[in-house]
């Protein structure tokens, strides 16, 4: 068993370790914050069933990464809507957004469809894929995505970028 007083200074020396290793392990630093935290949340919860020794950094870790397995495939189960994305831009009279549609209006097909599927990309191994299927390397694939986001707010906001 933990005491609370050991459990506290557990998660004072070891927060940073598991952090770097939820970071390591994932593209998107909120995201592993809240994989640390949940470990943490975790190790509480399970501290009175728990002995000290010098294998609870391992606990740790070995918990980190199955709230980040768990973390990834609830992430990619929900439904991603693309207005999600869409930043909100004022209509001729300042008020509510654009309909979406209108953003890709402004677009050649190609281009709109390579920046849906590039929206819809949660990790670098979805990236990597939709670069090959565009025949592409990963860096031409950003530099196209940034050239597309940047033509978008061009058409968007009617002023030279």
Known sequence: MIEKELAKIIIERYYLDVLSFCISKMNDYSDAEDC???TFVKFLSKREKLDFSDQILI????TADKT???FNRKKSEKHYDISEYADVIPDDKGNGIR???MIYENLPTEDASLFIEYIY???SDER???ADKYKMSLGALYTKITRIKKKLLESLRGSEY
Do not use: F, N
């Open 59 to 62: 606990w740790l870790l070995k």
């Open 99 to 101: 309909p979406i549609s």
């Open 121 to 123: 990309c949660k990790t």
């Open 36 to 38: 640390a935290q949940e």
């Open 68 to 70: 980040i397995k768990e």
């Open 128 to 130: 990597s894929r939709l």
